[in-house]
């Protein structure tokens, strides 16, 4: 999923708890009551469908089972709780750090993706989520081989918490990764830059003394051995 809203473009969460200071919270209410035309502090599904058309490039049946998934007192409409959580969500894909979201709020996302209740998480659960943070068919079948310890073909939250772990951990190697990629770029400009300064010396050495050719400075010892 992608992120298209010029809105969110200008929020982001703090990077310790993974959530929207108050400022931007009241900015977000703000906004929540601009799109609540009926005045009844909530979204209908009419009204989720539209804001997430502009906000989003998923489709419609996709948007549907967002509504959904964030309607969690199933009162058929999304009041500004859940549409705040939304938010948050919706500013961390935006800015790739979804992984991290993940890991700072496993309990909350692990009982979103808990629709029945059962206080475990099954594959076609994890998918009715998982094209939230790009999770394609592999990935969830990937992530259910290597976290399901018990062996039941489902998560419980023991295991979702430590699916999650392996997220961070993968993210610190491709940030790290990143990084020393950055470091060589900016080493391979500067040595670049270095070596264009030095052609650059040369060329006005060059300049300098094409004046100064062989047969001027042949002239000029000749002069000398006769003076002297």
């Not at 009162?75 to 859940?82: L, R």
């Amino acid at each position: 999923m992608k992120v298209i809203s010029p809105f969110y473009r200008r929020f982001h969460l703090d990077k310790r708890h993974m959530l929207l200071t108050a400022r931007n919270m009241q900015h977000i209410r703000q906004f929540f009551e601009i799109l609540d035309l009926k005045g009844t502090e909530s979204l209908d599904d009419i009204q989720f469908l539209a804001f997430m058309k502009l906000t989003t490039d998923l489709s419609e049946p996709q948007i549907y089972k967002v509504f959904d998934l964030f309607d969690v007192d199933k009162s058929g409409s999304m009041d500004f709780n859940e549409f705040y959580l939304l938010s948050c969500m919706l500013i961390a894909i935006k800015d790739k750090e979804e992984k991290q979201f993940l890991f700072r709020h496993s309990r909350t996302c692990f009982d979103l993706l808990d629709q029945d209740s059962s206080k475990s998480v099954s594959p076609q659960e994890f998918a009715t989520f998982g094209f939230l943070f790009n999770f394609g068919a592999y990935s969830i079948r990937q992530i259910f081989r290597e976290f399901d310890v018990s062996g039941d073909k489902e998560l419980d939250y023991n295991e979702f918490r430590m699916f999650t772990f392996a997220c961070i951990d993968r993210q610190r190697q491709i940030d790290e990764e990143q990084a020393k990629k950055r470091a060589k770029r900016r080493e391979r400009q500067s040595n670049s830059n270095v070596e264009d300064e030095e052609d650059e010396v040369y060329n006005d050495y060059l300049k300098d003394t094409s004046a100064f050719s062989i047969p001027a400075w042949r002239q000029f010892t000749d002069q000398y051995c006769t003076l002297s």
